[in-house]
């Protein structure tokens, strides 16, 4: 597919914002803005399917939103959107339609390939149930890595309240073997059922994994690989060659850091059930027809994105730190690395022209109250401006008293401030404020609200990677240590540093048996 999409810095917007930057956002201040605006928070906050944002807490105004709208418009973003909802192949370096909303969707028989996500669906939840009742499996061992571990590793962390009892779910996704080790430690070969993640069965960590545990199992006197294995591919045929017969398929139209929601979704489905996962699905959906529909002015994930381009392009923000004040939520911040540096790190557009202004900037994060009492010191006083992304659930899932109170009034309080500061103070006490964040409110942490906040953070992504004009879907960077690992574990072998560089070399030498 031709790429429509027009280079984001050859546009008048883009003029226009850089004009806005230099002529008062670099002085802009949120204390002033709020004074100034009884409405402030009304105009930059809304609520989306099952998520209200706060961005009113952000270095923008009314102006500058609307410059960003214009931008959105100018580089063909919506026609982007709609390419992709109409299975275009945008992946375009990968020749490859990017359908994972699919996934999620109803029924559709417009749509090819409705058809068999539905069957598979359906046989993948069938077999979650029949996993859940069968009392004799107490283990289920995910291995995976990349989009096919932390997907499912965050879900079913963040769904915790909602798990099915008496079974363990583990996760081993490095190559590290004490990961694999220590969860077969606590194994009984009849009682572990093994799920193999990989999308294209071929990923070194996950393999090397898996045919260990398969030698583990069978070494404890494990008998019928195909009732304790089964596999989550679209490379079926390399999964029966393995030996597993029970297989869930997808599709090459699912990235893996987008494959949440197919059969790489089978622990989440295992832990909480069919009923939950369709409800999981069901909020992710609710949010691709937010995204799909709404004005850009009143649409949550074109907001953020657009955001998201102002802070790095303009302001020059190269980090953007994420803080759910929810324990259930402690890695959500690991799976938007993967969901946003590997789709937006990129610095060549679609067509491999290099960009000349900056793209992905650096997730990081812990759950709050935690990070408070390690790096928000620099996030308060430091010499950077990071924007902050507080998460924040009203209803907790425990009943302890006492505590969530807490907990939502210190996430409340570090928001306002970085925004408040204490400019008087003077010396060590100084805290400059006017430093921005953004406040994302669920009333529930629940399956619908989960896969709600998911997506948004996948269109969200989406938007700004369009605006780049990158494509957002493939991942070339991943590629290259890939290769040199299998030259060097070689070397490591024989001992043969012949043209190597001198520190390769050297480091080589000394990590040798
Ligand atoms: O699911 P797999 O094919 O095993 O891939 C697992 C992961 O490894 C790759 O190197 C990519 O960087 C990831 O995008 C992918 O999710």
New binding site residues.
């Given amino acids: 597919m031709a790429d429509a999409r027009k280079r984001c810095d050859r546009t008048a917007a883009w003029g226009q914002l850089q004009e806005r930057f230099r002529s008062g956002s670099a002085s802009f201040d949120l204390r002033d803005a709020f004074a100034q605006d009884d409405g402030r928070f009304a105009r930059f906050s809304q609520q989306a399917p099952h998520v209200f944002a706060d961005l009113s807490k952000n270095l923008i105004d009314a102006g500058t939103e609307q410059a960003l709208m214009a931008l959105a418009r100018e580089c063909g973003v919506e026609a982007h959107r709609d390419a992709m909802f109409a299975g275009e192949r945008i992946n375009n370096t990968e020749n490859r339609a990017v359908k994972h909303w699919l996934l999620r969707a109803p029924r559709d028989a417009q749509d090819p390939d409705s058809m068999a996500v539905h069957e598979t669906l359906e046989a993948m939840l069938a077999y979650a149930e029949h996993v859940r009742a069968d009392a004799t499996i107490t283990d289920v061992v995910n291995i995976?890595?990349?989009?096919?571990d932390l997907g499912p590793q965050m879900a079913v962390a963040a769904l915790d309240a909602f798990r099915i009892r008496g079974k363990r779910l583990h996760f081993v996704s490095n190559i590290d073997a004490h990961e694999l080790d220590a969860v077969l430690q606590q194994l009984r070969p009849e009682g572990t059922l093994f799920l193999v993640?990989?999308?294209?069965?071929?990923?070194l960590e996950?393999m090397t994994n898996a045919r260990s545990a398969r030698v583990w199992f069978q070494q404890q006197g494990g008998n019928e690989i195909a009732r304790h294995f089964a596999a989550l591919t679209t490379n079926v045929e390399a999964a029966r060659q393995f030996g597993i017969t029970t297989t869930f398929g997808f599709w090459d139209w699912v990235?893996?850091?987008y494959s949440l929601w197919s059969a790489i979704g089978l622990p989440l489905a295992i832990a909480i059930g069919a009923q939950r996962f369709s409800a999981f699905l069901a909020g992710a959906h609710a949010m691709d027809q937010h995204f799909r529909r709404e004005p850009l002015e009143r649409n949550l994930p074109v907001r953020l994105g657009l955001l998201d381009v102002w802070y790095r392009d303009f302001h020059g923000f190269a980090s953007r730190s994420i803080a759910p004040y929810h324990s259930a939520l402690r890695r959500f911040p690991a799976y938007l690395q993967?969901l946003e540096m590997?789709s937006n790190g990129k610095s060549v557009d679609a067509q491999g022209q290099p960009l000349p202004f900056a793209t992905s900037p650096v997730l990081w994060g812990e759950a709050g109250t935690n990070g408070q009492h390690a790096y928000f010191q620099m996030l308060h006083q430091g010499t950077d401006r990071v924007p902050v992304e507080f998460i924040a659930v009203r209803e907790p899932a425990h009943g302890i008293p006492g505590h969530h109170e807490l907990l939502l009034a210190n996430a409340l309080a570090q928001a306002q401030a970085l925004m408040q500061g204490k400019p008087d103070a003077g010396g060590h006490r100084n805290f400059s404020g006017n430093r921005p964040s953004t406040f994302f409110v669920l009333d529930t942490l629940g399956p619908e609200s989960l896969g709600a906040l998911i997506a948004l953070h996948e269109h969200r992504v989406f938007t700004s990677g369009s605006v780049w004009g990158i494509d957002s879907f493939d991942?070339w960077g991943?590629e290259l240590g890939?290769v040199l690992a299998s030259d060097i574990a070689q070397r490591l072998a024989s001992g043969d540093t012949v043209g190597l560089d001198g520190s390769t070399a050297g480091l080589l030498q000394r990590l040798r048996p």
């Fill in positions: 995976g890595i990349g989009g096919s993640a990989s999308k294209t069965f071929t990923t996950t990235g893996g850091r993967q590997e991942q991943v890939k």
